[in-house]
């Protein structure tokens, strides 16, 4: 099962990662599990947004289009 956390949710861009990221899993046919989160160091993450995939950091302050969460996920 992959496992999906976004960083930052609760802000403008976060709020629109985590729809972006919600349309891409309707369409990926994966089992996953979508967390959001407020913010963590314990990823080191110094730009919100974040979104990341597996425990890897694969994007840091920036709105990724469903193409490119899809593109990860997969």
Do not use: F, W
Not at 30 to 50: F, R, W
Not at 60 to 72: D, F, H, P, Y
Request: aromatic letters at 2%; one cysteine or more; charged letters at 30%.
């Amino acid at each position: 099962m992959t496992q999906i956390k976004i960083i930052g949710a609760n802000c403008s861009n976060g709020m629109k990662l985590k729809k972006m990221t919600e349309r891409a899993l309707e369409e990926v046919e994966k089992e996953v599990t979508l967390e959001c989160m407020d913010h963590s160091k314990q990823y080191g993450i110094s730009n919100i947004p974040a979104l990341i995939i597996d425990e890897e950091i694969v994007s840091e302050g920036k709105v990724l289009t469903v193409r490119e969460i899809k593109k990860l996920i997969a």
